[in-house]
């Protein structure tokens, strides 16, 4: 039979210490994979609001006969573009042009993303 005073009662501080290392190495490793998948999920969003407004402002020119918009005559419930959803504090840009290439400044406070419609 066992002597109960003999069994063992919890982990040693070596065991403990390589418990927090392998879960530090794992940490290590996939923090920047995550990062890097937030910042190309940033940009595929933002790259989806300029198409947007570059719908909106082609189908605006066509209508209007007009070269030139505000984003204020594209954006709102009535308009050609309902709503703008900024993901990471990006700026657009307030006037459209025909044919001139949509960049978005700003994106996470370091980035840019450009869509040439």
């Known amino acids: 039979m066992r ?3 003999s069994a063992r009662q ?3 501080l070596v065991e403990i210490m390589i418990v ?4 530090g190495l794992l940490a ?3 923090i920047p994979a995550f990062q890097k998948v937030r910042v190309s999920s940033q940009d595929k969003a933002v ?5 947007q407004l570059a719908a909106g402002a082609d189908q605006f020119y066509l209508e ?3 070269t030139t918009v505000a ?3 594209l954006l709102g419930s009535d308009k050609y573009v309902k709503a703008l959803n ?8 307030d006037n459209y042009t025909q044919g001139v290439t949509i960049t978005v400044e700003g994106i996470a406070g370091a980035r840019t993303v450009t869509y040439a419609p």
């Open 3 to 5: 002597n109960p005073s």
């Open 10 to 12: 919890g982990f040693t």
């Open 20 to 23: 927090v290392v392998i879960i």
């Open 28 to 30: 290590a490793m996939a």
């Open 47 to 51: 790259l989806n609001n300029a198409r």
């Open 64 to 66: 209007n006969g007009v």
């Open 71 to 73: 984003k204020s005559s």
């Open 86 to 93: 900024t993901v990471a504090s990006e700026s657009y840009p």
